[in-house]
């Protein structure tokens, strides 16, 4: 039997990964996945402690969580297409102005 404390290390080590590459990554498309590896690492730890606590409530809101990532990342996957036609690049350095002017 796997225990508890295995399963928050685990967890804590995904949301971790996804912190370093936010801060540590450049491009559009590495940050979204790490923030989706950090949303990932918080639904298995609040998993984690509602079989713990053999309670079925926070499993019914990790369902909800799950299906709300997934209409998240068809829109967000969607704005990441919509940029790179635009500036062909997903190079957060050069996204610093949120106007269509001349110098775009």
Known sequence: MISLSS????SMILFSIGV????ARRNVFIIYMSIELMLNGITLFLVTFARYHFNLDAQVITVLVIAIAAAEAAIFLSVII???RSKKSLDTDIFTTLTQGENS
């Open 20 to 23: 370093i590459g936010v801060i």
């Open 82 to 84: 919509l940029l790179y």
């Open 7 to 10: 399963y928050a290390f685990v």
